[in-house]
């Protein structure tokens, strides 16, 4: 039996039937970003998106958000769903999570998707950043994070003032400023997951923007060649929020990694 002491009961979406895949997001947002992929995954597959603990509709509790927690959070979901193993899909920080359970719940894990994200640990310094903004979160809100990640997250088709970009901005203001303490603690608290990866034989897909200001292309690609199963698609026209900026393409790369897993 999996450790599941301390996980917490998320709030979450599902929709459709068959093959599980359960969708993760990153930092600090919650799932709905992955409204276009639930909506149109549902017709062929059983999609489950929750909303990690702190964010969303989920519980917000104090203390550090580590990987392993919130991965266990979902395995607690799946017992609750009554499914043994899913397809992970997991952006950014979604995908960190997606690698705790890779080391932590491997059997949990049928395939894993990994959106905008990257297998390192933090250098020192970004550790640093990380605290601080943490303790800037707690004394002034979740404001300062919403403003300078908006600046970064789109491709230059984007507009700051666009319907697009005031959405998303909208979820990250409001996110629960301990949320995004306990995030950022447990981002800065994670190892380097290469090793995790290169150790997996699953079925991989790999899905960046082109025009990602927060993940290194370099990196990416590295990761990919110590794959022995894993494809890299990279998104015309995307920065690090691939899902929402080009749905289309996004999910046409989901649905062609999980049609051969039926
Ligand atoms: C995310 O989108 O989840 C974050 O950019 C991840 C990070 O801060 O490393």
Redesign the pocket.
Known sequence: MANLAGTVQLHYEEAGQGLPVVLIH??P?NHTIWRAQIDALSDSFHVIAPDLRGFGESPVPEGGYTMEIMAADVVALLDQLGIERAVWVG????GYVTMAALREFPDRVMAVGLV?THPLADSQERRVQRLESAERALLNGSSDTAFS?IAVLFSSNVEGSSALAQSIYHIMVNTSPTAVAGAQRG?ADRPDSRETLSKTDLPMLVVLGTQDR?VDRDVATAMVQTLSRARLVMIEDAG?MPMVEQPEATTGALRTFLLPLH
């Not at 952006?91 to 979604?94: F, N």
């Open positions: 990153g930092f947002f952006h950014s920080m979604g905008a990640m981002m927060i690090h």
